[in-house]
């Protein structure tokens, strides 16, 4: 019955690494997300896709790759890993917030630890 | 909505007291306005949302009070519970974009 389910749920890695995260949600949206959570518990978008086409990318490092095979789902790559990408990523999605669906779900989140 | 010094603004209130957390919006032109809840080791969880167009709305338990003229959006908890504990979080949106902006999160602590 998971809505929004992102894996894993934990990844620790060596700097350099590079690394993926999948994201899927059930609930038939349009348009999908990717969070970035500090330590501070800042949140801060990094990408937004709607029916599969890239509409918000968000002065984040060409390192980050998102990619969306179907509405469904949004994974991201992140290549060369560096120490200050360590945070938990959050995997949203909503109705298109320009047809007035805005109420966005969140996934549980990937705590990412890199060493 | 950028984050601000080193540790989470916190709000510790009696169990059964009535919250108000509180929280400044940048843009001007946003026009949606979203409250979450996120507990510890999980997702934010959408509570109440209000339109640019209505000062106040009320859902169960909670109220969010919207004053455009300061830029300013608050949730009111009535009757606090141990199980709002939390950190709560304001975002805005403006109407036409995809863009959320979340605020700096409070974390609301109930005490028994």
């Known amino acids: 019955d998971t809505a929004v389910s992102q894996t894993p749920k934990y990844l620790v890695t060596q700097m350099g690494n590079d690394k993926s995260i999948k994201c899927e949600q059930n609930?038939?949206?349009?348009?999908m997300y990717w969070y970035k959570q500090d330590s501070k518990k800042f949140l801060k978008i990094m990408f937004s896709?709607?029916?599969?086409?890239?509409?918000i990318n968000e002065t984040v490092p060409n390192r980050f790759s998102p990619k969306s095979p179907d509405k469904a789902h949004l994974n991201l790559h992140i290549n060369s890993l560096e120490l200050g990408d360590s945070a938990v990523y959050f995997c949203?999605?909503?109705?298109?917030?320009?047809?007035?669906?805005?109420?966005?779900?969140f996934g549980p989140g990937t705590r990412l630890l890199v060493l | 909505g950028e984050s601000v010094g080193l540790h989470l603004p916190t709000l510790s209130v009696q169990e059964g007291d009535n919250s108000i957390i509180n929280c400044a919006y940048s843009?001007?032109?946003?026009?949606?306005f979203i409250w979450y809840k996120q507990e510890s080791g999980k997702g934010p969880q959408f509570i109440i949302d209000?339109?640019?167009?209505?000062d106040k709305r009320q859902g169960q338990r909670v109220t969010v009070l919207l004053n455009k003229t300061v830029k300013h959006l608050s949730l009111q908890i009535a009757a606090t519970q141990p199980g709002d504990s939390a950190v709560y979080f304001c975002?805005?949106?403006?109407?036409?974009?995809?863009?959320?902006?979340f605020g700096t999160g409070t974390r609301l602590k109930v005490l028994a």
């Open positions: 949203a999605s909503s109705q298109d917030p320009a047809g007035g669906g805005e109420t966005q779900y």
């Open positions: 609930l038939g949206h349009d348009t």
């Open positions: 975002a805005e949106r403006k109407s036409g974009t995809y863009k959320y902006i």
């Open positions: 896709y709607n029916n599969k086409e890239l509409i």
């Open positions: 209000i339109r640019s167009n209505m």
């Open positions: 843009n001007s032109a946003s026009d949606y």
